[in-house]
């Protein structure tokens, strides 16, 4: 997929996220499907009805979550730069870049982008989630978090040491 000029996501959703998808679909299939059943007649309206409406639904709208995951991306349009976590489809933390003086990486399940300000304050950014967490496990991670850092700091993605660009 293409990004459109001057926005660059750190860290995209990986394949792993593809079951968490058959999942999403299938659990809201049978919760359209019960939901469906139930319209034609009054008498298929129980009490067990709805739990087997919005126990799926419910499964299915966490899926789908999971599977958009969560990632910082980095906005350079001139004089305007900033960075963002964006979690699920939800902005959580916006930070303009002039302000950012240090960035480290946190490893684990969720992979913090830690950003120090000029004035010494620190805002922790979730990079990823633990359905892309596999991703981190390749050989290439360390080289990804050196280019992360890059591009968090401005410095744009590195051509030295055989680490290519991001797209």
């Known amino acids: 997929m ?5 926005r660059t996501r750190l860290r995209r959703p990986s394949i792993v996220a593809a079951p968490l998808l058959i999942v999403a679909v ?3 299939g049978v919760a359209v ?3 469906s059943w ?11 009805w709805w739990l087997w409406v919005a126990l799926p639904g419910a499964v299915g709208a966490g899926a789908l979550l999971l599977a958009r995951g969560c990632f910082v991306e980095v906005r350079t349009a001139p004089g305007t730069g900033r960075v963002r976590d964006v979690v699920a489809w939800r902005c959580r ?17 969720w992979r913090l982008f830690v ?3 000029h004035d010494g304050s620190t805002v922790a950014l979730l990079g990823s989630s633990p359905a892309q967490w596999p991703a ?9 978090d050196v280019e992360d850092l890059e591009v968090l700091l401005g410095c ?10 991001t797209s």
Not at 2 to 6: D, V
Not at 98 to 109: H, I, K, P, S
Not at 136 to 144: I, K, Y
């Open 2 to 6: 293409e990004q459109p000029p001057g």
């Open 156 to 165: 744009g993605p590195s051509d030295e040491a055989g680490i290519p660009p």
């Open 38 to 48: 139930a319209a034609w007649t009054e008498a298929n309206r129980t009490g067990p």
């Open 136 to 144: 981190r496990l390749l050989e290439s991670s360390r080289a990804q």
């Open 33 to 35: 499907a019960t939901a």
């Open 93 to 109: 933390v916006e930070v303009p870049l002039d302000e950012v003086d240090q960035a480290r990486v946190q490893r684990g399940a």
């Open 26 to 28: 299938a659990a809201l």
């Open 115 to 117: 950003l120090i300000r």
